[in-house]
């Protein structure tokens, strides 16, 4: 297994400043400092958790509590009981739990609703005077990397390094799949260096980590994970 700094490490990230879009409540905030990151930016929308991640601030971790998406303004949120790390601005697809786990299960964890403020990344970034301190975006936001990603095209173009959580199958509505998140990173720029499926998910979803082809300190610098399982 991996830690952070041998991952970016080992495809010759610097680290400099941090994203951390659904920091939850802060789970791998030591894990950054460790790899040696300069500074955090922690968002995580759900206020249960926030207040947790609040508590972690100090002079080089900041925490925001918003969602983001592809537009300002309130948005419905919605709260696994019990699963807090399943969380989403996207409505979990009820079909595909029931298969997960069964029906009893998939209904005793019906999601409860909440109101929170959703902002696209370039106006948070803006809002908190924030803008080009950041060279790498960490993204587990259960399926909204997309809508993340097309809030913040002044944001990306600061960006060398993306580490999302990755999905296979549609977990959530309107949740982004795999393959249309790759054709955006690499339409911006991006280069696929690091694939992983989950095994305890049979291969429904997984992590992947691009970087900026203009970024990459040997051109020839290759992937290390077998892209091709994909």
Same mark, same amino acid.
């Given at each position: 297994m991996?830690?952070? #700094? $041998? &991952?970016? #490490? $080992?495809h010759g990230v610097k680290p400099g400043g941090l994203i951390y879009a659904g920091a939850h409540v802060g789970e791998n905030l030591g894990a950054f400092l460790d790899a040696g990151f300069e500074s955090v930016l922690a968002i995580e929308p759900n206020p249960e958790d926030f207040s947790k991640l609040a508590r972690l601030e100090s002079q080089r971790i900041r925490c925001v509590n918003n969602a983001l998406s592809d537009s300002d303004g309130a948005c419905t949120y919605f709260m696994i009981p019990g699963v807090p790390t399943l969380n989403s601005l996207l409505e979990p697809d009820y079909d595909y739990w029931v298969r997960q786990v069964g029906k009893e299960a998939a209904d005793a964890h019906a999601p409860a609703k !909440?109101? !929170?403020?959703? &902002? #696209?990344l370039d106006t948070l970034m803006e809002r908190h005077g924030l803008a080009g301190r950041y060279n790498v975006l960490y993204m587990n936001i259960q399926g909204g990397e997309l809508k993340a990603l097309r809030g913040a095209p002044r944001t990306l173009q600061d960006i060398d390094t993306l580490f999302a959580e990755v999905n296979f199958e549609k977990r959530y509505t309107g949740c982004v799949l795999f393959d249309e998140l790759d054709a955006f990173l690499r339409d911006n720029g991006f280069r696929l260096m690091y694939l992983e499926k989950f095994p305890h998910s049979a291969g429904e979803h997984g992590e992947a980590l691009y970087r900026r082809i203009s970024s990459l300190p040997r051109p020839t610098l290759e992937p290390t994970s077998d892209l091709e399982a994909r």
């Open positions: 991996y830690t952070f #700094r $041998t &991952l970016f #490490r $080992t !909440v109101q !929170v403020e959703a &902002l #696209r």
